[in-house]
Every structure is written in structure tokens, then in C-alpha cells.
């Protein structure tokens, strides 16, 4: 099993940018589909992003469309989630995730990061 570990969150203003990394431990992480949730205040935990193992195909959120690009390096055992464009609706708790394909990871992960905090100001 993989293990993630997210980092790159932080506080910006709206109309910025940050890059999300999460790095995975463990043999098998490039077997994998990764993806990135999140959760805002009050609210249920929503897809964000996902990426096949080989970085073929990616999906997205219609909310972050055109905004953010997720990515992989299979070699560095990392996935990244570069947000562009930020605002203030997309504060949230950003979640690293792992599944055994991309239907799995963009709909039910099989292992989760602790997450990290992205606050927009506006």
C-alpha cells in the first residue's frame, strides 16, 4: 500500500497561484491513479482532480477547469496539483489520493494524505 504525504499549501491572494505536491512512499506508486480532493468549511469533501498511472489521461472538476493542471513524476514518487487563477471559493483542505485505477481514485480513493490548508483572500 502507498502512503501520501501533502505539502505546498499556504495563504495567497485571489488571482494567484500555488503548486500542491504529494509525495508517496512505498514500491508500486507508479501502479497507481492519483488524484486531489478537497473540502471547504461545512461542506463535503468534492473531487478535484485525478491522473492516470502513466499520465495519460486527466480529469477535472468543471469548478477548476482551465485553472488547474494536475500532474505526475513516476521517478519522484510525486504528484502535483499547479492552481492557477486562484479564488476565493477554492479555500479548502486539499487531499492527496491513491487508486488502483482512475474510476477508483475520482470516485472512491483507497488511501488518503492528511491534506493541507489553501486559503484565498480575496
Known amino acids: 500500500q502507498v502512503q501520501l504525504v501533502e505539502s505546498g499549501g499556504g495563504l495567497v491572494q485571489a488571482g494567484g497561484s500555488l503548486r500542491l505536491s504529494c509525495a508517496a512512499s512505498g514500491r508500486t506508486f507508479s501502479r497507481y491513479a492519483m488524484g486531489w480532493f478537497r473540502q471547504a468549511p461545512g461542506k463535503e469533501r468534492e473531487f478535484v482532480a485525478a491522473?492516470?498511472?502513466?499520465?495519460?489521461?486527466?480529469l477535472y472538476a468543471d469548478s477548476v477547469k482551465g485553472r488547474f493542471t494536475i500532474s505526475r513524476d513516476n521517478a519522484k514518487n510525486t504528484v502535483y496539483l499547479q492552481m492557477n487563477s486562484l479564488k476565493p471559493e477554492d479555500t479548502a483542505v486539499y487531499y492527496c489520493a491513491a487508486g488502483e485505477n482512475f474510476r477508483v481514485v475520482a470516485t472512491t480513493p483507497d488511501t488518503w494524505g492528511q491534506g493541507t490548508q489553501v486559503t484565498i483572500s480575496s
Open positions: 491522473i492516470t498511472w502513466i499520465g495519460g489521461n486527466t
